[in-house]
């Protein structure tokens, strides 16, 4: 029987926050509820109620506090040993199993005869192209992976001249780049990168890593924030600001500022929350959230396809006669998100850890 991975792969002085993974698991269903809403709008052109994009801004703050505090923890010299270290793992993190999910996104291309009709190789190794609009995906949804590499070449980059303080210089760069951006103004896909408000949320994480290494866990603290972290998401959704919701407004820097400085600052405040409450998990249902959240990226990368694939069967078993009923609409519903944490915990099982497990032997031993 194999054995059930609980925890992420992870380096040993690296600690699992477990409500930060439940957290995870809330954000890749919003992704996933969101999505599978569009396809069925688009059938039926009734908009089921959502949260858009909102679980985008709850991964960027998680991973800006993850990533920080793994430097934070770094006992390195700056140079280029700590540079590669650093950057050698975010690459293993992320491109071995993103690059399984291109290949199937490459074959059905080619299937199709479609496969050259694209310039996809900035797409392969997540880099914004030279055309614009410069965001080409060749998975669902990666478009977010981007802004996730320019965080870990700015962190990397950094790395070169000094440890102890590339947090802090990392965070004052990217806020210098949206300060530079917001007063310049252009439309250029490189700049629409380095210069997007969307990255304050990755300074919002690191923030909540210098606060967190140096006050603890404080369990009211963290409470309270969850609260008003919800209220205030809640709110927005009740009363919409005007504000970037998709991939298309926010990769062309299209009233992001304003996205930040509300759902992303509520994001924040829930992923501040959940860090400095730090409750033990310990009920069965609580302990499969933490398992779901700590497959979240591979759910995240195979949600699109999960869910496409999902909703032709979706048609063919309970038939495409309009309007549909609200008994269908709830069997789509339903068996998109199942099929996609199924797949997606499948995935992380028996793709995912194994390669990250295996890659990261190798690469310590060969230190």
């Not at 792969?9 to 569009?38: E, N, T, Y």
């Not at 679980?55 to 703050?61: C, L």
């Not at 959230?289 to 078993?317: D, P, Q, W």
């Amino acid at each position: 029987m194999p054995v059930i991975h609980t925890s992420l792969s992870l380096p040993g002085r690296i600690r699992q926050i477990d409500a930060l993974q439940m957290l995870r698991f809330v954000a890749v269903g919003i992704v996933a509820w969101l999505h599978s809403c569009q396809i069925l709008q688009s059938l039926t052109g009734v908009i089921l109620p959502n949260f858009g994009v909102y679980g985008i801004d709850i991964f960027f703050v998680i991973s800006g506090f993850i990533v920080s505090s793994t430097v934070l923890r770094t006992k390195n010299e700056p140079g280029l040993g700590s540079m590669w270290d650093f950057f050698k793992r975010r690459v293993i993190r992320i491109f071995p199993i993103y690059w399984v999910f291109a290949a199937i996104a490459c074959l059905r291309l080619l299937l199709k005869h479609k496969l050259f009709e694209h310039k996809f190789l900035a797409a392969l190794f997540l880099l914004p192209g030279l055309a614009y609009p410069g965001f080409v995906e060749l998975v669902g949804f990666s478009w977010t992976l981007f802004f996730e590499m320019f965080f870990y070449y700015c962190l990397a980059a950094i790395l070169l001249c000094t440890v102890r303080h590339a947090v802090p210089i990392s965070l004052a760069l990217l806020f210098g780049a949206v300060l530079l951006g917001q007063a310049v103004g252009t439309r250029r896909p490189v700049w629409d990168l380095v210069c997007n408000p969307i990255l304050l949320e990755f300074v919002f994480g690191g923030i909540l890593s210098l606060a967190y290494r140096g006050f603890g866990v404080r369990r009211k603290f963290g409470i309270t924030l969850i609260a008003l972290g919800v209220v205030l998401s809640l709110c927005f959704w009740i009363y919409p600001p005007d504000a970037a919701n998709g991939y298309q407004m926010i990769t062309i820097n299209d009233r992001v500022l304003t996205r930040v400085l509300t759902w992303g600052i509520s994001a924040a405040m829930i992923v501040g929350g959940m860090i400095f409450w730090s409750p033990v998990i310990r009920t069965p249902i609580g302990r499969l959230a933490v398992v779901l959240g700590n497959a979240s990226y591979s759910t995240y990368l195979a949600s699109a396809l999960v869910i496409e694939t999902t909703t032709r069967l979706c048609m063919k078993l309970v038939g495409t006669s309009l309007p549909l009923s609200t008994t269908k609409m709830a069997v789509y519903q339903s068996s998109s998100m199942i099929a996609v944490f199924v797949v997606g915990w499948m995935c992380y099982q028996f793709v995912e850890w194994p390669m990250l497990h295996r890659l990261q032997e190798r690469s310590t031993t060969r230190k």
